[in-house]
């Protein structure tokens, strides 16, 4: 091979490698160097690093890795009395989780150490990136390769069309077809699909967006339940919760104020069938103000539809049923009466609880003492030796009282459960067999006391409750809009491809037009031969062959064959 056959190669590969740059903002990787001496080349060469593709991939899967715990170990964010358990039950595995912070594992120092660099690793490939993208936009499509017929897509044919006038109808077609486009010389240089890179771009602004929501919402989140009977309420302070955890960033001054009343708890159920108590449908009606003097509302809340309030949400997520109790003294006088929770065991709605008597009560013999009573309650009795409710609906209630005197221990300073009687220092009440007193109501009916010491009425007033959660997390409206982003950007940069489109025009040695067309895209995909044989149709109908020389050119109908050529390296 000659040296001008040599140059002239490598000028082609040159004219090649410049009509197929910057096809994609993706930066560029550049190989290993040693870093230089001095804290200014170590830094330079760690930013590098941390700030390349690959690093960035590796701190995603190290991140996704690290949720596995969080997810399969109890954490005390989450549920401390879980924790707590897993601790007695592993007795070696707890000290070697704790010291890895596996009971905290999103607040843990290496969990958040992989976090920041991942957001650091996403901004450090963003602003260069985007800058890059910008830079092509304000730009024009590089011009038109000597050799077309060295690109992936080509197409030519001869016409009797001035070459002006083939150049005018190509870039009017391409401006058409929405291609960003100019006149380069002798060619129509033209480009398309910068979605794909925008999408790219979003994809990625769409992580940090994400990874701000989780961090925010982690911060400052607020999660707390709360048990309501039917005629009761709730005022949305920290106070008034039967259980409440928030981030570390949170105040009680975030809290929304809002309260609300609820005013009435129905439930359906499958009454037969396979499926026969199975719950059709939960809502609660309830009236709620937002602020100290704003106007009361009334409105359904049900599962899975919840109840918003600026930034909280207040779901539906449990029920019950609250019997009213009466408990007199031996004088007839009421030292007790309140609808009493009663937490279900099953999904018939069996359910137990306790009533404490603590002040007020004197026995037969005007000795003070306190009253404990364990409940047992059936929403649908089915007779017999029946110990578990048969329905979850009040179609046959039937409530067992089984009551104890003496001392509850609630003075002792001890935190007791209110569905918990501690019978420590409780005396059991005897019937006149001398067994333990016990007794089985309907609503309406009144339990004697052994020995006139008072007694218990179940009223006929059966209330029911409704558990809610109360729920603040001021990023999940972010983190919402940055996944649907995420999902568009990478929908965009996986089914839009970037390509780009010449057109040469010249008059031959014969006086006759020569019309080139050829295609490059940023990966092999048969979009883009497709797509120039359609452009080169349109084109051809404007700019049609020669007469004279249908035996001479391989192209000359109304929808050209576009030849596969050899192409430059890819980018």
């Not at 830094?43 to 991939?57: D, E, G, Y």
């Not at 309501?228 to 009680?252: H, P, R």
């Amino acid at each position: 091979m000659s040296k001008t056959e040599t140059d002239n190669s490598e000028q082609d590969q040159r004219d090649l490698g410049e009509a197929g740059s910057q096809l994609s903002t993706a930066p560029v990787e550049e190989p290993p160097i040693a870093p230089g001496l001095g804290v200014l080349g170590w830094a330079r060469w760690f930013w590098r690093q941390l700030t390349s593709m690959r690093v960035a991939l590796l701190l995603l899967l190290l991140l996704s890795l690290g949720a596995i715990p969080g997810s399969l170990i109890p954490q005390s964010g989450a549920d401390i009395n879980k924790v707590a358990d897993f601790q007695k039950s592993h007795k070696t595995l707890a000290p070697v989780y704790d010291k890895l912070g596996l009971f905290h594992v999103y607040s843990s120092v290496w969990f958040s150490a992989i976090y920041i660099l991942l957001f650091v690793s996403l901004v450090g490939c963003i602003i260069p990136r985007a800058w890059q993208f910008v830079g092509q936009l304000r730009g024009r499509p590089p011009g038109a390769p000597k050799r077309l017929d060295r690109l992936p897509a080509y197409t030519t044919w001869r016409t009797t069309a001035e070459p002006e006038e083939v150049r005018e109808a190509a870039l009017k077609l391409l401006k058409k077809r929405r291609f960003r486009s100019h006149l380069a010389g002798d060619a129509v240089a033209a480009e398309k699909g910068y979605v794909r890179e925008f999408g790219n771009l979003v994809f990625h602004v769409a992580l940090i967006v994400l990874l701000i929501a989780f961090a925010s919402g982690q911060m400052y989140k607020s999660d707390g339940t709360k048990l309501v009977v039917e005629g009761d309420g709730f005022a949305n302070s920290i106070l008034q919760y039967d259980d409440f955890k928030s981030g570390s960033m949170f105040s009680t001054d975030d809290l929304v104020p809002f309260s609300f009343d609820l005013k009435n708890f129905h439930a359906t159920y499958q009454t037969s069938g396979p499926s026969k108590g199975t719950a059709v449908s939960f809502a609660a009606d309830v009236d709620y103000s937002v602020g100290a003097y704003g106007k009361s509302k009334r409105t359904t809340v049900k599962v899975n539809e919840p109840l918003h309030i600026d930034d909280a949400k207040v779901y539906l997520v449990s029920h019950g049923y609250a019997p009213v109790i009466t408990v007199r003294d031996s004088k007839g006088k009421v030292v007790y009466r309140d609808a009493v929770p009663l937490l279900p065991l099953d999904s018939n709605v069996t359910s137990q609880g306790v009533v404490k008597v603590m002040d007020g009560y004197q026995d037969a013999k005007g000795v003070s003492e306190q009253l404990g009573i364990s409940l047992f309650f059936l929403p649908t009795y089915g007779g017999g030796s029946s110990v578990l409710s048969s329905f979850p609906a009040l179609d046959n209630p039937v409530l067992n009282l089984t009551p104890y005197h003496g001392d509850l221990g609630v003075n002792a300073g001890i935190p007791q459960s209110v569905y918990q009687l501690d019978k420590t220092h409780m005396k059991e009440f005897k019937d006149s067999r001398g067994a333990q007193f016990r007794d089985n109501l309907k609503p309406g009916q009144t339990m004697q006391l052994p020995n006139g010491a008072g007694s218990v009425t179940f009223e006929k007033d059966v209330k029911e409750w409704a558990g809610f959660e109360i729920v603040q997390e001021p990023g999940s409206g972010w983190a919402l809009g940055g996944a649907l982003a995420a999902i568009f950007g990478l929908a965009a940069s996986l089914f839009i491809q970037r390509r780009r489109v010449w057109v040469r025009a010249v008059q031959g040695p014969d006086g006759v037009t020569v019309v080139e067309m050829a295609g490059l895209g940023r990966s092999e995909s048969a979009k883009v031969p497709e797509e120039l044989g359609d452009l080169a149709g349109i084109l051809y109908d404007q700019a049609p062959g020669a007469p004279d020389a249908e035996d001479d050119e391989p192209v000359t109908s109304p929808n050209p064959e576009v030849v596969p050529a050899e192409g430059p390296e890819k980018r």
